[in-house]
């Protein structure tokens, strides 16, 4: 019995990992970029919670395997905890029947008795109360990551990792939960390189995620990240376990530098009252000259007041300052000085219980106006002593700029009018307001004011003109002379954008042409890409219509979106599609991705399946349109629109150039997803033409390509011999000129009269040979065009000589066909005519025959269908031939299924009491015994 749970546990373990790791679970699919996260499950193309649980559907031909229940737990690999797919049978958990012969009901598990009801389960069990912890408010927390934690770090084997932090690198984090994400953001010692890796670990420093931070040498892509000198990005999607963890302060951060994990620096992440008012950061690390501090630090959380007397209020959690006797009711003083060294501010504050790793210490005080500031330009130092030995235990670091990774957007719409745009912005590591500003729909006109204003009191202060900046549809720069006056109004959410015309007056704002007020966002995913893009009205939506969209690849080539909308009234839901073009021609192909829906006017999110290398390829190198569409519209409408060039996509998600560097754009993936994907495209001529498309060459009319895998084959074209008596003319677009004829083969208006033949148009009188699109020209076939006034006709013959008809009694006549056309093709033109062999071609025709006489498709092959009314076993990637599931094609539809294991089936078969049905047959044997014992038959 336990022998045989162990076969089918591992039969499904199989199928589970197969899956896990492709989106159809029967194709092993080469591709090994999805990675997915250590605390999620990946189940064919689904994310699953850990800790939630479900009956697997993989999809045709297998379809619900309706006894097996899947669930996604956690298993420990050394110090890591990863989420597993796991799969077993719960056949024997069904119910005994009370009826003598209980029935199996389709899409069922258990056999049940008339008029009993089904008690089958077949939705997703999630985890309960997940909605009680989805919080709309996000909540505040921090870390100090120095080398005095109180987390012990170990190695594979078990043993501590010795963290010696000879360099006093110091960090902090802030870490903002929202809707079950954590967003994370570090200020690092400026003496540190880039950290390599980021991990959160459980108290037994069991490694929950790890998320890779640089590239290789320590290098970002990211234009706020550079500019900020912060380290941002998100854990998305916590499962309940870990958010408990975080909420009961239990969880700890590691900052990882190098890939073999050569320095370390790790703390707990923690609440404190003062992150919710948080306006400015300070990281603290030991003063120059202090000698007996290593790996000690601290980190200032501040926020000022500006409304009637300017105060200032910081709160410090630091280690390090305490001398090995001092353990009860220690003071410190806090200071803070100007850059002339002259404290502005100088307290002392006791520590009933001094800790190793973390000591929180506050005052709240009230300062001048220009103290305040010098505090928004970075030029304040707060300072935390030990008073027993100020001089040798003390730590010190600058105010700056909140560590939280945030940024300030909005979109800018018009009271009346037509004049949109965007705007954000945000604080860099000086301190200084960077602001990009794209105005539309004013054409050569200039605004005469771009003005930032707190809206938020009555009087309404205009706080920063920017007029000056704009330049051609922009206001780009970068102001130092930032105040509180604008941090507070600016991270409250009650600044606004304004662009005005002519005399603009805030009160009565008759004269402004659009605004918008600017919102806080986290940076991570979507926000973390260079720039925004604007997305302007394309069919009949009102003029104020507009919106914004960040669009970023990230390096596990995974594309985030965020998109914003505004002014459209109240639609109805909208869809959002990426649409790919290699580049802008005729024909281009389009590869459409629909990234979601708009309900509420705000999108925000990112694929779940990684991208094809092709839709990568052509994010980086090609064109792309994000575009708005109509829901509800017959049409498809596309309301808002924006082109997206050149996406910067990571190189390691991009093909690998071979070695010449050489990469057309036949060749790239001709062997996978372009021809996959595709249909394998073929550009010629500065237009696009699809899979096994033919036409007649622009340059030359005599040449005719075709496109096939991506391949381009062109033939020319031969003329025949021409003896003509009145001489010969040649119309203009055609190869071969044609003979002076007086009959009437001219139209009306004076054009000459044509036949159609294969897509092409021939003049009255042109000779020809038809173009196969399998072989090229035929010449062993000669057509004629004959255009009189009342009909068109091609006749075409075959030519009777030693090559064309070996089995011909030469010289004959000519076998006349007669043939105007059937469809698209001569009679019979090339039925026999094969003179090249072509044998993939071939199994092609053969798959497309197959399939089109009512063929299913064959997952594993697409060239080897499945022929109409065919049984087979189906077979499953690396478990082969599937015995247990019997299929049939029928009419084009797959129906599969796993036979009734009967108990007549037991007795009868040795091999389903072996094979597929085995638990059954156990279980027939167990109750035979059973009614046996009770003496029943
Ligand atoms: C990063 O910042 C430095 C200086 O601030 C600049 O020279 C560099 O170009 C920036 N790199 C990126 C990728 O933005
Ligand atoms: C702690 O020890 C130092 C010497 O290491 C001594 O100077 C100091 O007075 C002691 N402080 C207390 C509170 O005992
Ligand atoms: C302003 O900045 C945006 C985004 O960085 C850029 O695309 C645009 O060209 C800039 N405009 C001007 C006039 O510099
Ligand atoms: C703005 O007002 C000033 C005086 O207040 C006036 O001289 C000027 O013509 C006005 N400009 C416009 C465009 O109305
Ligand atoms: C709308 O367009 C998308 C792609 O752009 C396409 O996939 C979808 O089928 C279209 N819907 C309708 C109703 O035409
Ligand atoms: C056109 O065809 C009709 C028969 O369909 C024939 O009677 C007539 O003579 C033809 N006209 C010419 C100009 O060939």
Not at 262 to 277: N, P, V, W
């Amino acid at each position: 019995m336990a022998m045989a749970a162990t076969v089918v546990l591992t039969l499904f373990a199989i199928l589970a990992a197969v899956t896990a790791r492709s989106k159809s679970p029967l194709i092993d699919e080469a591709d090994t970029r999805m990675v997915n996260k250590a605390a999620e499950c990946v189940f064919g193309s689904q994310i699953k919670d850990l800790g939630s649980s479900w009956i697997p559907d993989l999809g045709p031909p297998i379809n619900v395997l309706y006894c097996t229940r899947c669930e996604c737990v956690k298993t420990q690999r050394k110090k890591r905890i990863v989420a597993r797919v796991q799969c077993r049978s719960i056949k024997e958990e069904c119910p005994e029947p009370t009826c003598a012969e209980p029935k199996l009901e389709p899409g069922n598990c258990c056999k049940t008795c008339p008029g009993e009801p089904s008690n089958e389960a077949l939705q997703d069990i999630i985890p309960k109360n997940v909605a009680e912890e989805e919080e709309k408010n996000s909540k505040h927390y921090a870390a100090l990551l120095t080398g005095r934690s109180s987390l012990v770090l170990r190695n594979d084997d078990n043993k501590p990792i010795p963290n010696d932090n000879k360099n006093n690198v110091v960090a902090t984090g802030r870490f903002n939960f929202h809707r079950r994400s954590l967003y994370y953001s570090f200020y690092i010692s400026d003496r540190a390189a880039r950290p390599y890796r980021l991990q959160f670990v459980d108290p037994d420093a069991n490694i929950l995620e790890e998320i890779t931070l640089s590239e290789a040498g320590g290098s970002v892509n990211s234009v706020y990240q550079n500019a900020t000198r912060k380290v941002c990005g998100v854990w998305k999607r916590l499962p309940r376990d870990y958010r408990r963890l975080l909420k009961d302060e239990r969880l700890f951060v590691v900052l990882v530098w190098g890939a073999t994990n050569e320095f370390m620096l790790s703390g707990q992440i923690k609440r404190y009252a003062a992150l919710d008012t948080e306006l400015f950061s300070s990281l603290m690390e030991p003063a120059p000259g202090t000698t007996s501090m290593q790996g000690a630090g601290g980190t200032g959380i501040i926020y000022t007041s500006t409304s009637l007397t300017p105060s200032i209020h910081v709160a410090i959690v630091f280690n390090g300052l305490f001398e090995a006797n001092e353990t009860k009711d220690v003071p410190v003083e806090i200071t803070l000085m100007d850059e002339r060294k002259i404290p502005i501010l100088k307290e002392i504050r006791i520590v009933s219980k001094p800790a190793l790793d973390l000591n929180l210490v506050e005052l709240s005080t009230v300062v001048s106006g220009p103290d305040l500031r010098s505090l928004t330009r970075g030029r304040l130092l707060l300072t935390v002593a030990s008073l027993s030995r100020p001089h040798s235990l003390k730590l010190v670091g600058n105010i700056m700029t909140k560590t939280t990774c945030e940024l300030f957007q909005t979109l800018l719409v018009p009271p009346q009018g037509d004049t949109t745009g965007l705007a954000w912005m945000y604080l860099n590591n000086e301190g200084y307001l960077v602001y990009n500003i794209q105005i539309d729909g004013l054409g050569h006109q200039k605004p005469d004011l771009i003005v930032l204003s707190d809206m938020s009191t009555k009087r309404k202060v205009e706080l920063l003109d920017i007029t000056s900046s704009y330049h051609n549809g922009w206001a780009n720069g970068t102001q130092d002379k930032i105040t509180p006056k604008i941090i507070e109004p600016l991270y409250s959410g009650n600044l606004w954008v304004s662009v005005a015309k002519g005399n603009y007056s805030m009160t009565k704002g008759n004269f402004t042409m659009a605004k918008g007020k600017l919102v806080p966002k986290l940076v991570a995913d979507a926000r973390d890409a260079p720039a925004p893009i604007l997305l302007r009205r394309e069919s009949n939506v009102p003029s104020s219509a507009v919106g914004l969209a960040w669009i970023n690849v990230d390096n596990m080539c995974n594309l985030h979106y965020d998109v914003t909308l505004s002014g459209l009234g109240h639609p109805g839901p909208l869809d959002v599609y990426l649409e790919m073009l290699p580049m802008i021609a005729p024909g281009a192909p389009v590869i459409p991705r629909h990234l979601g829906e708009i309900v509420g006017g705000n999108l925000d999110g990112s694929t779940n399946d990684i991208l094809r290398r092709e839709e990568l390829r052509r994010l980086d190198s090609g064109v792309a349109f994000l575009k708005i569409k109509d829901k509800s519209s017959r049409h498809n409408l596309t309301l808002l629109a924006a082109t997206l060039k050149q996406i910067k996509v990571p190189a390691t998600c991009l093909p690998q150039l071979t070695d010449d560097n050489n990469v057309g754009l036949s060749h790239l993936d001709a062997n996978e997803d372009n021809m996959a994907q595709n249909g394998g495209d073929c550009f010629h001529g500065g237009r696009f033409y699809t899979d096994e498309a033919s036409w007649t060459s622009a340059l030359n009319p005599c040449e005719i390509c075709v496109c096939r895998n991506g391949q381009i084959k062109c033939d020319t074209a031969k003329c025949p011999p021409l003896n003509c008596p009145n001489g010969q003319r040649l119309h203009p677009g055609d190869c071969c000129p044609v003979c002076i004829d007086n009959d009437d083969s001219f139209n009306d208006d004076n054009t000459p009269r044509r036949c159609q033949f294969g897509g092409r148009t021939y003049g009255h009188g042109a000779r020809f040979h038809p173009y196969l699109i399998q072989t090229g020209f035929d010449e062993c076939i000669w057509c004629t065009c004959k255009a009189t006034r009342n009909e068109t006709e091609v006749q075409c013959a075959r030519i009777q000589n030693e090559k064309c008809c070996p089995t011909c009694n030469h010289p004959a006549v000519v076998d006349s066909m007669n043939g105007s056309m059937i469809g698209d093709r001569p009679r019979d033109a090339f039925a026999h005519h094969r003179p090249h062999h072509d044998p993939i071609q071939e199994t092609k025709l053969r798959a497309a025959k197959i399939m089109s006489e009512g063929g299913c498709e064959n997952p594993n092959d697409s060239l080897q269908p499945y022929k109409n009314q065919q049984v087979y076993h189906p077979v499953i990637a690396s478990l082969g031939e599937y015995k247990c599931v019997t299929c049939k094609c029928d009419k084009g539809v797959t129906k599969c299924e796993r036979p009734q294991c009967t108990r007549e089936m037991c007795d009868k078969s040795r091999k389903a009491r072996r094979v597929c049905c085995k638990r059954d047959c156990i279980r027939y044997r167990h109750k035979n015994k059973n009614q046996r014992a009770k003496g029943i038959r």
